[in-house]
Structure formats: structure tokens, C-alpha cells
């Protein structure tokens, strides 16, 4: 493929990057913005083209990461008129990630679609500079704080065929909590890349100390096997598989690779990677891989008669002791957050699934014995939590309370598993009782606004009844933030959602649910317990396309996931107009499968779990934004931070 400045494709410019750093990257120390050099490195070695990347720090802050790839286009961009690796580096939505139509491109897995990887790196560096080799020529350019300070000049020869980039950046301490890069951290970033890039040639240099080197020939299997301590139950399973040329459902080229083994004992190892990006927090594509290990594992246990009377596997029982890496390869990724800690991109969960489920049944009826090593131990964790169950039904049978009348509660027990949807209106709730796994979700239905309860004192709270239902529903008590954790013995769901319209009722909903809980039942917020559902805004009716593939239902979560769709479609040569686009006004549109399937199944919905802040911190911002008395207060913060919706947008 050619790779000249007609590849770079320019979006939008930099300037919002150091007004508001948290929005494009993390701000306790510069590892992450090292990291976006780092993945364009490796996305070079990805497309073929690299097989030796060095990274430097040295003694005066400053980081360099070099590789072997095609170099950076240095002619002039013939849309923005100056060198092309400026464009590259001054401009947010600028590189050559961005031409998905082009089959053959390096980046066509990518994990940085949203292309602001390394203008942030020059934005929050106080100083930055580029050396290229390419084209029988090295050229250098330098920046400060994201704009030219040292235009590209030619520093001399070099040989016809030599290529390569090296980025020094000294990031900007002003932007960190802490301006030291955390050494442990960089090293297992890089020693990951190696594992997924198997004969890529890492290496990590100290200036005046020593040179760590990493290469893994055999890649996951090698890596995952020196991450645990335990003695495997079963040998490990490694393979991948990708959509070959034709597939129905995928594009060619996506898939997963991985590496998954079972032990009885010992610590668990799991990491995961979407086009080369860790994903620390997981997502949809461990999602799938959970669903195809459960499917498979559950269906070979049936098909031998292995379950004992009583015992229902769930996929939790099946992989309480699984430890795996995971790689998938997802076009058009979507990810919670620019920092890419999560896949948020529907379509992984049945990519993967499909990718695996198969070869790891083929597996286990190959090697039955050690495939019922691993079911049994599925069927003892099904069986301890079981017994937990039991022992939390005991529990409750001593407390009666009466719970709300329109609660639709569930059949199960187990507080670890039990879901609480707060739903928005009679119509969604409705859907939602309809839709739901009657087994594990329960159902409360909101009507109205709930009330503001800021400045409401205790012992008035269960005056108003939404408030009441909610905690007769919970089987908590309100108490304050230094209450000790024992007032959650007595709660009854593991999860407790809001899900309401995305709209402004909608969010304004959200918030009062949220002073609700933070005020009066701050240990749920600070174990974990609370969440936000994530409907999706838009509906693509995709036509069928002859016998073998039907008409389809996609969901879009936002405006870019709709773009990212209507591009995916197009490639399978699906014209943009031929798709019908229908936007949701509120949860009461859709049926209980529309919702069960987008917003309540845990194998395809996005949650959003809602952290606990520090009191110094949040306790006068919650002040401003919901105190009576504040409303001069409110206005003018509206008027100061409005264009955060925006952004956010």
C-alpha cells in the first residue's frame, strides 16, 4: 500500500487538548500519552512493517520511542498546505486511521480510530520533536506545548531504503499529578505488546543503566504460562480465528486470538486487547469470550449427563477459575472514554463468541478428560454459591418487610447475581417486566420526577413515596458516609440500575436518583453497587442482501457509533441511503425484546458504574448544583462550563 500524504486525513483542530486534559487522556502521571506513541509504533509492526521498536527515558524526563516502520510523510498536505507531519501532530482528528474503505491498510485494526493519539502527546509536552527517516532523508521538526516551534528542515542523506520515526517528548509536569512515568507499568505495557505481536523485538532503555528486550516466539501461551502460580487443571487452550474473505456477518480480518486455561487454585491472570490496546477495565469482547466458554463447557457437561440433580450452571460458576489473554481484532472500535480502558462496540460480543465457542468445543470433545477437569470444577463453584444462597434466603426470612406493590421482584436469592432496574415511567417499566430475566432482574417503575433530596433531613425522607419504595425495595436504611459496612448486610440486589430516556427528563432523573443515593445511602455508591443503564439513541434497519443474509436490526449507542455502523455497512457494500435510521424518543419505544436485547441483557448491554468521589471534593459542587439557595450560583457555573455538554456531545 502507499503511504504518502493523501493517506492523512484532517478532522478537526487541537486547541480544546490543554484547556481540558482529563477529556483526552489520564492525568495522574504521562505514561498514557507515552502509550499513544508507543500504539503507533506497534500499529506499524501490526500492518507488517516494523520489527524493532526502542523506547529510551532519559536522564532529563523526556521519553523517545523509535521503530523501524514506513516513517511519517513529510511532503506537503495537500489540504492543509504544510508538512504532513505537522498535520499529524498539531491537529486532533488527523492520520491515516481513518481510511477503513481501504482493505490493505495497516490501520484498518487500529486501536487508535479516534486519531488524537499523538497530538495530545505534543499538546501536554513542553517539548516534542520528530525525527523521520524515509525517501533517501532525515528531517526533523520540534514543538512546544502542541505548536511549531522549529519548522521541518532536511538534516542530510540517508540510505534509499532506511525508514523510520523516533518521537522525544518531555511531557509537561503542570498537566500530572506525579511527572514520573511508572516504571513497572511501562513494562508490562511493552512486554504485552510483544506477546501480541509475536517476533516484534521490544526493547526498554534506561540512558546510563540497563536495556530490558522482549520477543516472544510462541506469543499468549508463553506469556499467560509465567503469570500464574497455580497448577493448571486442564492444558492450556491457544488459537484465533478471523472472518475470511465473504464472511456474512464480519468484516474479513476481525476476530481473536487467545490464550485460556483453568486452575483450581492460586490467583486468577486476566488481560485483554482490542487492536493491540490494553483494556484493562475488559468489556464486550470479554463478554463474548465468557458466553462462548459458558456455552461450550455447559453443553459438553449436558451432552455427557456430568450435572448433578439441582446444579444450574452459570457462566459465572464456569469462569470463577479461568485465567486468559485475550486479543480481538474489532473494525471501528468503540471504546468508554478516550483513554480506551474499555470496549464498549456491541458487535464484539458475538464476534468473539463466534470465534471461539466452536474451536474450544472442537477442544474439549478431543480431550474429554481434561474437559471434565474443568467441569467439575464449574459444578463446585455452582454449588458454593448455591449455598450462599440458601444462607442469604435463612437471613431474610427473620426481617419481613412488605415491598412496594408495583416492585416486580425477582426469583433468586443470590445478592451477588440480583438486579434492580430504577425505571423511568410506567410504558418503559412495562417493557422492562416484559423483557427481563424474571429469574435474576427486578423491576421498580418511577413515576414522575423523584423528589430532591439534598436538604431533606432523614426522618422526612420516606414522606414521599418513590423515596420509600426505593428503599423498602433496596432493604437498607439510609445512613450516613462514616457508617460502617455492615449497613449492607441486609440489601437485596448485587446491582441497582437507573435506566431512563436519554433525554434532558432523562438525565434530570439520573441526577436526583444520584443526590438520592449519595446523600442518604452513600455505601452503595462506594461498594459498587450503583449503575447506569445505556440505551441506545438510534435503530439502522439494514436490508437484506439475498438468501443467505436476512434483513438486520442494529443499535447505535450515540452519533459516532451511528457513523462508525453506517461505515462498517458500507464496506460490506450496504449504500447509506438503503438503510432506514429511526431515532428513540424514550425507552416506552421499544418492545421488551428491543430492550432486553440493548439494554438489559448482561451479554449486550453497557453499564455504567457510578464511582464515589471524596466528600472535599464533591460535597460543594453537589451544593451548588441542588441546595434551594443557590441558584445564582447554578447559573453562573451553567454559564461558564455549558460547553462541556457539548464536548461531551
Known sequence: MTYTADSISVLKGLEPVRHRPGMYTRTDNPLHIIQEAIDNAADEALGGYCKHILVTLHNDGSVSVQDDGRGIPVEIHPVEKVPTVEVVFTQLHAGGKFNKGDGTSAYRFSGGLHGVGVSVTNALSRRLEVEITRGGARHQIAFSGGVVIEPLQRLGDAPKKASSTRVRAWPDAQFFDSPTIPLSELERLLRSKAVLLPGLEIALKIENGETKTWCFASGMQQYLAEQLEGELAAP?????KYAPPGDENFPVGSGAAWAICWTSEGNLARESYVNLIPTPAGGTHETGLRQAAFEAIKNFAEHRALLPKGVKLAAEDVFSRASYVLAARVLDPSFQGQTKERLNSRDAVALVSRMVRDPLELWLNEHPDDAKKITELAIRAAQARSRVGQKVEKRKQSGVAILPGKLSDCQSEDIRRNELFLVEGDSAGGSAKSGRDKELQAILPLRGKVLNTWEIEVG??????????????????????????????????????????????????RVLLCTLFYRHFPKLIEHGHLYFAQPPLYRLDVPAQGKKRPARKLYALDNDERQAMLDRLQLEGIKPEAVALSRFKGLGEMNPEQLWETTMSPDTRRLMRIRQPSADAANPVMNMLMAKNESAGRRAWMEANGALIGAEI
Do not use: C, Q, W
Open 236 to 240: 492450556m487452550f491457544t488459537s484465533e
Open 460 to 509: 422526612s425522607l420516606f414522606a414521599n413515596r418513590e423515596v420509600h419504595d426505593i428503599a423498602v425495595a433496596l432493604g437498607i436504611d439510609p445512613h450516613p458516609r462514616e457508617a460502617k459496612d455492615n449497613v449492607l448486610d441486609t440489601l437485596r440486589y448485587g446491582k441497582v440500575v437507573i435506566m431512563t430516556d436519554a433525554d434532558v427528563d432523562g438525565s434530570h432523573i
